[in-house]
């Protein structure tokens, strides 16, 4: 069988221009035709090619190169650089522009604010092309890692163990070092014990620092390379971190909100994430769902109170856990005496509020009774008998539970897995994100903007078609 072999010194014509290098089906012009189409003066990036001083690179052909770049996992500045040089479309959409790895660097890092930005041009303009109905809106977050060590994240413990041994260790290089001194100075061990000791200094007024910083602040703990870092939880173990939230809608997936918060859990999040979606909308969705990792009822609240129904169930509901016999759900309610009726007919009476934790106690009004009850040890063990306790927004948990579980509010969270998972699935199977390159909350929150609208560009382009998406983004 005859082989087809290549050719180096063959010669070849290219193309006499480089418009010509890509076809018009590329969907590489997708992404120029919509970062023409960005406002510019909206997201907070002066276009002045007047400007006294000296040439800068077209604000306009920086961010194409991010956005197309970050689409394909080509995210880095010097992976970036490489391929205005290698790569024919990326050529073709710098126009034959070639900007080094720092400039590449600057340009992100000085223009977080109007990167963060970009995803809601991206959904504005999903709006005006009808493709997001705002109706139905899904909510999911995922942790993903940040560029510093979770071995840089420093509490006031760790910090005084790891002093007490800087300075046992500085007190042997100070001896070590007499001892050498004495015999031969100019040693080339004393030298390095200098070197040491001098680098064991340095760590140890900068974790000083560190330690000033937890103090001044009031927290827990401080990543001493990205200070707005968290210690996060995923499948992988334990790292320094953010959680990254996105908010998709119902009629095709497209991404309406995204944001990153320094938090390690999601309660708290959901009226807030619903809020910024709602604001770009322009409106208030009809529904809101999700996981329960936001289920904080004082939290959804605030979204009931809009008039928008929230589908989100409790811990118990989705571990899918039957109530036992005697859990407090068996109990029953007299709301005009305010007590609580056991299974066995007694009565638990109303004994104080714990504000804290926003709850109101009930226990039984003698503990005799419980002693001498038959389900002593089943239903309680405590010698006080015994206890429940009921939210203040008890009535907003039942009703959000019922909202759950009936069959419009199951078909509704079922849904949102193909809706909201999916976009985190194309960010960190397809793009390869494992982690942010940009250090902050501003700078994390920059790049998950560009990472999302990266999303909605590729399912424009599925949804509409190259050319005909093109002749949208160009009107």
């Known amino acids: 069988m005859a082989y087809r072999l290549g050719e180096r010194i063959q010669a070849t014509l290219f193309p006499q221009s480089v418009e010509e290098y890509v076809g018009q089906e590329d969907p590489v012009r997708v992404y120029e035709a919509f970062v023409e189409a960005v406002d510019f003066r909206e997201i907070g990036i002066e276009e002045n090619e007047h400007k006294v001083g000296c040439p800068q690179y077209d604000p306009r052909s920086m961010l194409k190169l991010l956005v197309y770049g970050y689409s394909y996992g080509v995210r880095s500045s010097r992976e970036l650089e490489r391929a205005v040089y290698h790569n024919v479309s990326f050529i073709w959409l710098m126009k034959g ?23 809601k041009q991206c959904a504005k303009l999903c709006l005006k092309f009808n493709l997001i109905a705002g109706n139905k809106l899904f909510l999911d977050s995922s942790k993903i890692r940040a560029n510093a060590s979770i071995n840089n994240t420093w509490t006031e413990e760790k910090i005084n163990k790891y002093t007490a041994r800087l300075e046992h260790r500085i007190e042997e290089i100070i001896k070590e070092s007499e001892q050498i001194d004495q015999k031969e100075a100019g040693n080339e061990s004393l030298i390095k014990l200098k070197e040491e000791l001098q680098d064991k200094q340095v760590m140890k007024e ?37 959680s990254g939230h996105i908010v998709a809608d ?13 938090k390690n859990n999601d309660t708290g999040e959901f009226s807030n994430q619903i809020k910024q979606a709602n604001e770009l909308l322009g409106k208030r969705c009809q529904t809101a769902c999700a996981d329960a990792g936001y289920s904080n009822v004082s939290n ?7 008039g928008i129904e929230v589908i989100v169930p409790n811990k118990k509901q989705a571990g899918k856990k039957a109530s036992g016999e005697f859990d407090k759900e068996r109990f029953k309610y007299d709301v005009q005496k305010d007590q609580y009726i056991c299974p066995e007919g007694k009565t638990l009476t109303f004994r104080g509020m714990n504000n804290k934790k926003g709850h109101r106690n009930y226990s039984i009004t003698r503990s005799s009774i419980c002693q001498g009850c038959k389900h002593y040890g089943v239903c309680t ?36 897995k193909e809706k909201v998972e999916l976009p985190f699935g194309h960010l960190k199977r397809n793009l390869k994100v494992g982690s942010f390159l940009l250090r902050g909350l501003k700078g994390v929150q920059a790049e998950m903007s560009i990472l999302t609208s990266c999303f909605n560009i590729r399912r424009m382009i599925t949804i509409l078609g190259v050319n005909p998406l093109i002749n949208k983004l160009s009107a």
Do not use: M, W
Not at 101 to 111: G, V
């Open 206 to 242: 900068k974790i000083k620092e560190v330690l000033e910083e937890i103090r001044e602040k009031g927290i827990k703990s401080l990543n001493s390379v990205d200070e707005d870092c968290v210690k996060v939880k995923g499948r992988q173990g334990s790292h320094a971190g953010y």
């Open 300 to 306: 959804l609240k605030e979204t009931d109170q809009e």
């Open 250 to 262: 119902e009629k095709h997936g497209l991404i309406v909100n995204s944001d990153v918060v320094n």
């Open 381 to 416: 063990k405590s010698k006080y008998g015994r206890r429940v306790i009921r939210l203040i927004d008890e009535a907003l948990k039942e009703k959000l539970e019922k909202q759950y579980e009936s069959p419009e509010g199951q078909a509704i969270y079922k849904l949102r």
């Open 97 to 119: 522009l070639r900007p080094d790895h720092k400039t590449i660097a600057n340009f992100r890092s000085h223009n977080k604010e109007a990167l963060k930005q970009v995803i």
